[in-house]
Every structure is written in structure tokens, then in C-alpha cells.
């Protein structure tokens, strides 16, 4: 298995944060803000400069108001 963060389900769920956070009309500034981190911590995951813990992965789904189980069942798909 590769380790690379530019796997196909990594750049999945990258394309899908990144179109729920734009759904959800907040801008990377605003999610930083409500994640209390700073706004390179947003643009580094969704440029695939880094990956997402679980745990970062749901403050980042509740933040922007997107389901966890929707978005990993659809990455279980690929």
C-alpha cells in the first residue's frame, strides 16, 4: 500500500471537504477561525501538502456542517 498522500482516496477526500467547505459558503479563513487554527493549517490539507488525523477530520466535518459517514462511505467505494 502506498504511503504517498496523493493516493486516489486521499485526493477524493480532499475534492470533497473542499466542495462541502465552498457548499457551506465558508471560506478558509472562517474555517480556520472556527477550528482555532491558523488558515495555512485548511490550505496545506486541501493542496495535499498534509493529511487529516481522524479526529481533524471530524472538527473539519462539523465545522462545515458535512456527514462523516457520508464522506468516508463514499472514499470506502473507490
Known amino acids: 500500500m502506498t504511503r504517498s ?4 482516496r486521499a485526493d ?13 459558503g465558508i471560506t478558509q479563513a472562517q474555517l480556520a477561525k472556527a477550528l482555532r487554527r491558523p488558515q495555512s ?3 496545506k490539507y486541501e493542496r ?7 479526529i481533524e ?3 473539519v466535518t462539523e465545522a462545515i456542517g458535512a456527514d462523516p459517514i457520508r464522506i ?5 467505494r473507490l
Not at 477524493?12 to 457551506?24: D, F, G, K, V
Open 5 to 8: 498522500a496523493f493516493t486516489a
Open 12 to 24: 477524493s477526500l480532499r475534492h470533497t471537504l473542499i466542495a462541502a467547505r465552498n457548499e457551506a
Open 41 to 43: 493549517f485548511i490550505s
Open 48 to 54: 495535499g501538502e498534509r493529511r487529516l488525523d481522524v
Open 57 to 59: 477530520f471530524l472538527e
Open 72 to 76: 468516508i462511505k463514499a472514499l470506502g
